[in-house]
């Protein structure tokens, strides 16, 4: 039984969209949990997600190609950090073909509190 194929709720590439980006911070400070869900996919997307600190350094990013899930979740580790407190910025774009040219894009905050 293939109920994924013959869903008449999935929508076509150029209708593709990301509907929710979460990030939580572990308590060690060093982890973060990203969640997206995007909208049910006919073909599925790639996403590329970055976290970058205040001074926009790179700290942490993950490329997920073709996911089969409209719902995930993502550990993702943080690098290069002595001390992880503060704002971060996470970023997630969907895209088919070319990353340079994302279908849709979403922007969250993030704040690591201190005592990490």
Do not use: C, W
């Not at 088919?96 to 279908?103: A, F, L, T, V």
């Amino acid at each position: 039984m293939d109920l994924f194929l013959h869903n008449a709720n999935l929508l076509p590439r150029d209708q593709v969209r990301i509907e929710r980006v979460a990030a939580t911070p572990y308590p060690d400070g060093r982890r973060v949990k990203v969640e997206v869900d995007v909208t049910p996919f006919q073909e599925r997307p790639n996403l590329e997600i970055v976290i970058r600190d205040q001074a926009q350094t790179l700290v942490a990013t993950a490329s997920v190609i073709t996911p089969m899930h409209f719902k995930m979740e993502f550990n993702l580790h943080l690098r290069g950090i002595e001390d992880s407190a503060g704002d971060y910025r996470v970023q997630v774009q969907l895209y088919y073909e070319d990353i340079q040219s994302p279908q849709d894009t979403r922007e969250i905050m993030l704040h690591i509190p201190g005592g990490s």
